[in-house]
């Protein structure tokens, strides 16, 4: 009999601390559901970033050099009606570009002009380079 109680009690114990390891499991998956549905807040920055599209992120690069403390007044305010849904369409650079200079920021662009010469794309400067070596 006592052999019995001693086998009981053991069984009892492993019991418990399956118990226990289940109910530590479960805790830890009634934990990480909580924090993947508590998203990391996006800046306004980051809404704004969010929503460029083609040459959007070029213009905001050279307004965030050229004009630092304008270009993120600008920019905190842009996210703030992209954050609410006021804004809802992709910012291209183009309409970037033309939000800045209407309040006042002239962001400056690099222009590149490329022609084709034997079926290449070169630069105007250089094709006016070659252009001018070979009249001398």
């Keep these: 009999m006592n052999e019995e109680d001693k086998e009981f009690e053991m ?3 492993k019991r418990l601390a ?7 499991m479960q805790n830890q998956s009634d934990e ?5 549905n508590e998203k990391p807040q996006l800046s306004l920055r980051d809404h704004v ?4 599209g083609y040459r959007g992120m070029e213009v905001l690069q ?10 993120k007044i600008v920019i905190e305010k842009l996210g703030e009606l992209i954050s609410s849904g006021d804004i ?6 183009g309409k970037l570009l033309v939000l800045f200079r209407s309040v006042g920021l002239n962001i400056r662009m690099e222009n590149k002009i490329n022609v084709e010469k034997d079926g290449k794309f070169v630069s105007i400067a250089d094709k006016f380079k070659k252009s001018n070596d070979g009249d001398e």
């Design 11 to 13: 069984l009892k114990a």
């Design 18 to 24: 399956e118990m226990q390891k289940n109910l530590s």
């Design 32 to 36: 990480k559901p909580k924090e993947e």
């Design 49 to 52: 970033v969010n929503s460029l």
């Design 62 to 71: 050279n307004a965030e050099y050229q004009f630092p403390n304008e270009s």
């Design 88 to 93: 809802n369409e992709t910012l291209d650079g």
